[in-house]
């Protein structure tokens, strides 16, 4: 797949996911709003409650994604007859994008009603969930090469002295210029020491922070001679060195991280199926087997 297609997909896909859940609250809002008391007096309770065949539909569908969502991505991670089947970031976009619209469908199963023992699966669904999204954002600062898999020290050290050659090389920038870009992009003092919140928020200030980087960047390529044309490429091939060194320089810390929030999204995964399980059979075993 290229760029382009994968983009495009990846943004059917949240367009996808998006309408989904603006369709079902907005054909259900009203009765979400009202009172338990007043439910069973609403013209469409009997579609609507949990057992009813649109939110038991919702339950089975969502359950069903969230589902699919973990096996592939466990499967595509941890099978080796697997490892040939595609790119390991395909698998994760995928297990992402199943598992947000599963949880959503799945609280329009339960129309906002989180009784009884499954209320610790969906607890437990909505942690991992929310974690997700963190564990995502970590994961995204992790070096990786291009199937998606995270670089060894040796192949890290290779890719940033690639970077600066390619500026000597390709783009003739002297010794000076090379230097005072790499000044630029040096990380903050005693950052790999830092803390969780201090951590994060470095990492969302170099995110936010493009915009004037590559200003910065220019600005300080503007004093030596670079070529007009090559000047789009310099900028870019800099500001992924500089990206590349603060990643390297936190790179331990948020592998540290990383490893502690499996701590959170794999046993709670864990609890949110074992009490699934319970919930489905107690529901098969009182005959609510919705359209089957
Ligand atoms: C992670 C997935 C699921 C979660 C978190 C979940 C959660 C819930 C919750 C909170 C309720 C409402 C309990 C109450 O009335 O207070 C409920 C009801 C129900 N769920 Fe699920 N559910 C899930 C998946 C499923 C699936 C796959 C089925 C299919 C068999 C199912 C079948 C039912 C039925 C039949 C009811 C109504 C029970 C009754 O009215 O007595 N659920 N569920
Ligand atoms: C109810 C929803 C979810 C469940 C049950 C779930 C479950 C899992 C499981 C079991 C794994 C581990 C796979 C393995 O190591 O074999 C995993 C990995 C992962 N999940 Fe989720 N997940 C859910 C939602 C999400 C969401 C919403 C996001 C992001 C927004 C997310 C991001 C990730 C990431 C980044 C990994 C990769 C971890 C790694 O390979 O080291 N997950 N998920």
């Given at each position: 797949m290229n760029q382009l297609s994968h983009r495009l997909f990846l943004s059917f896909l949240i367009l996808f996911g998006i309408l989904i859940a603006v369709a079902v609250l907005a054909r259900n809002v009203e009765y979400y709003f009202l009172p338990m008391e007043e439910r069973p007096f609403h013209e469409r309770y009997n579609d609507l409650k949990p057992s009813g065949i649109e939110s038991h539909g919702y339950g089975i569908i969502g359950t069903a994604m969230v589902t699919i969502g973990v096996i592939m991505y466990s499967s595509r991670k941890r099978v080796r007859a697997f490892?040939?089947?595609?790119?390991i970031k395909y698998f994760l976009e995928f297990h992402i994008f199943l598992c947000l619209i599963g949880p959503v469908l799945v609280l329009y199963h339960t129309t906002f009603k989180f009784g009884g023992l499954v209320a610790v699966s969906f607890w437990s669904m909505s942690a991992v969930a929310f974690s997700g999204v963190l564990g995502r954002y970590l994961y995204q600062h992790i070096p990786k090469n291009i199937e998606g898999n995270e670089l060894s020290a040796k192949e890290l050290e290779e890719k940033g002295k690639m970077m600066l050659d390619s500026l000597h090389s390709t783009y003739a920038l002297n010794e000076q210029a090379v230097k005072a870009l790499r000044e630029l992009g040096k990380p903050m003092a005693h950052i790999d020491e830092a803390g969780l919140f201090t951590l994060l928020w470095y990492l969302l200030i170099s995110d936010l922070s493009q915009k004037r980087r590559i200003m910065l960047i220019k600005n300080t390529l503007n004093k030596y001679s670079v070529d007009k044309h090559s000047m789009k490429k310099v900028v870019a091939i800099v500001n992924d060195h500089i990206v590349f060194q603060q990643r390297i320089a936190v790179l331990e810390k948020v592998q540290e991280i990383f490893h502690y929030w499996h701590v959170i999204h794999l046993p709670f995964s864990i609890i949110m199926f074992v009490v699934l399980l319970v919930h489905v059979g107690v529901a098969i075993t009182f005959g609510y087997t919705w359209i089957f």
């Open positions: 490892r040939q089947i595609g790119k």
